[in-house]
């Protein structure tokens, strides 16, 4: 079974249209949404939802009114400003405020929890966001979505790879195809860890070179083989030049060059992969660079 994630240093490089276009031309494959914080994949793909799982990624703490004397222990040894007083006046002069802990503030570090006396502070599962078990057109597919202002996209990609491995292991399917996110923080690390190959998308311009080197020393970091994919390569071809100099000097295979095409936006605006909305210049570019694809992954199973 071969696991490919297709990445790019920053975003809008048309990462998901790639990925799109190979899900369309792939066979018995599983596909993986891993941009959790803003996953569009489904945007093409239409999916068909089959299972909703809820994702508990962290904890949180909550003040049990009944029991808290308001000593100001969990304040004194928050250091994330997440405790705060309100003034509330009762039959009871003891306790004329209240303490409440800000769900958005708290860390879910549980600190507040262990060091208050009279143990009135609750510390449970935070839900953090959903992931989702679809079905498309073109296979099933495994996809999640964060909560707003929540942590632990990593854990949730995680979480989401290991489903799909064993969706595909069930159904026989030998290729696992990955819409990663964009950057080189957390959610990438855990997207291309443990993965068989990484194709980069980029762009010719500044920003798309630099993000692009950045991502390149990642999977090199990580010790996985790194493919390089240039999108809208006529619209710089200087750049274009710097990028297959950049991947040649450093052991990165170029599978090739998709041409500046607007047909791609008026598939997204049909929900179509480029490769379905009919023949063009940018489809039969990515027909190429899959064939590429193909046969950098059989030389690499047979080393």
Not at 250 to 262: A, K, M, N, R, T
Request: charged share 20%; hydrophobic share 40%.
């Amino acid at each position: 079974m071969h696991e490919i994630v297709i990445i790019s240093g920053k975003g809008g490089t048309g990462k998901t249209s790639v990925t799109a276009a190979f899900a369309t031309l792939a066979e018995n494959m599983v596909l993986v949404d891993c941009d959790v914080d803003a996953a569009d994949l489904h945007l093409i793909l239409t999916p068909t939802l089959l299972e909703t799982h809820e994702f508990h990624g962290g904890k949180t703490a909550r003040i049990e009114s009944a029991l808290c004397t308001r000593c100001g222990q969990c304040v004194a040894v928050c250091r994330f400003g997440a405790v705060t007083e309100h003034y509330q006046p009762t039959a009871d002069s003891n306790y004329p405020t209240l303490w409440t802990i800000d769900p958005v503030a708290c860390e879910g570090c549980g600190v507040c929890a262990h060091f208050c006396p009279q143990q009135a502070i609750a510390f449970a599962d935070a839900l953090n966001g959903h992931w989702y078990s679809s079905d498309t057109r073109v296979g099933p597919m495994v996809h999640a979505r964060l909560g707003v202002a929540e942590e632990n996209s990593g854990k949730l990609v995680t979480l989401i790879r290991r489903e799909a491995r064993a969706l595909a292991e069930a159904q026989g399917r030998d290729l696992i195809l990955v819409d990663g996110p964009p950057g080189i923080g957390c959610p990438v690390i855990a997207s291309l860890s443990g993965a068989d190959h990484v194709v980069i998308v980029t762009e010719p311009t500044v920003s798309g070179v630099h993000d692009m080197e950045r991502v390149v020393s990642l999977a090199d970091h990580f010790k996985v083989p790194v493919s390089v994919i240039i999108n809208k390569a006529d619209l710089n071809k200087d750049k274009a030049v710097e990028i297959v100099n950049f991947a040649l000097a450093h052991g990165v295979g170029v599978l090739g060059e998709i041409p500046y095409d607007s047909v791609i936006t008026q598939a997204q605006l049909v929900r179509q992969s480029v490769i379905e909305f009919g023949d063009n210049p940018a489809s039969d570019a990515l027909r190429i660079i899959w064939t590429r694809l193909q046969q950098t992954l059989s030389k690499e199973t047979l080393i």
